[in-house]
């Protein structure tokens, strides 16, 4: 195979990816079942127009329970707790309070690399179709990339140039 042959190829195979895949903050499994136990896994698959990302924020959103991060080596993990806008159901106790923020500090992701980040928490009990928007935002050691736009009725994340990663609840299996 030539060079300009596999030159070709590689820009075929790029062509053929998802834009999401290459230019936002993504969660790698999309749709999960109400209710259920759903295992976060953030994709970071650039830095900030060159630069290293340093910090990963995640907005957990309201409903969203149990939330348990998973330490990443090189970086420092931390939590934000918060009270819920209304108490929760899980294993027969009510909480009223728990994990409202993930953060991953202090490692370095080049930006030519891609990296996940990784938590575990239980999903509401809503109705199938509803749409979990997890706010990110990934500092870098210059600049910041904000993906936390939420669409409005009629739009979809598309639309917009830093939007929130989604999850969509599905019927209980």
């Known amino acids: 195979m030539t060079g300009t042959t596999r030159a070709a190829l590689a820009a075929a195979l790029l062509l053929a990816l998802p834009a999401t895949a290459l230019a936002h903050a993504t969660l790698e499994t999309a749709q999960a079942p109400s209710g259920?136990?759903?295992?976060?896994?953030?994709?970071?698959?650039?830095?900030?127009?060159?630069?290293?990302?340093?910090?990963?924020?995640?907005?957990?959103?309201?409903?969203?329970?149990?939330?348990?991060?998973?330490?990443?080596?090189?970086?420092?993990?931390?939590?934000?707790?918060?009270?819920?806008?209304?108490?929760?159901?899980?294993?027969?106790?009510?909480?009223?309070?728990?994990?409202?923020?993930?953060?991953?500090?202090?490692g370095t992701l080049p930006d030519a690399w891609y990296d996940e980040f990784v938590f575990r928490a239980k999903l509401p009990e809503k109705a199938a179709g509803?749409?979990?928007?997890?706010?990110?935002?990934?500092?870098?050691?210059?600049?910041?990339?904000?993906w936390i736009e939420i669409p409005e009725p009629g739009r979809s994340t598309d639309d917009y140039k830093e939007p929130a990663p989604t999850v969509t609840l599905t019927a209980k299996p």
């Open 36 to 106: 259920s136990y759903y295992k976060a896994v953030i994709r970071i698959g650039h830095g900030c127009d060159g630069s290293p990302t340093t910090t990963v924020r995640v907005r957990v959103p309201e409903g969203v329970v149990a939330v348990k991060p998973m330490p990443k080596s090189g970086w420092t993990l931390s939590t934000v707790e918060g009270t819920y806008a209304t108490p929760y159901e899980n294993h027969g106790q009510t909480i009223t309070k728990g994990v409202t923020e993930v953060v991953w500090t202090g």
């Open 130 to 146: 509803t749409v979990l928007h997890f706010p990110i935002v990934q500092e870098c050691e210059k600049g910041v990339h904000r």
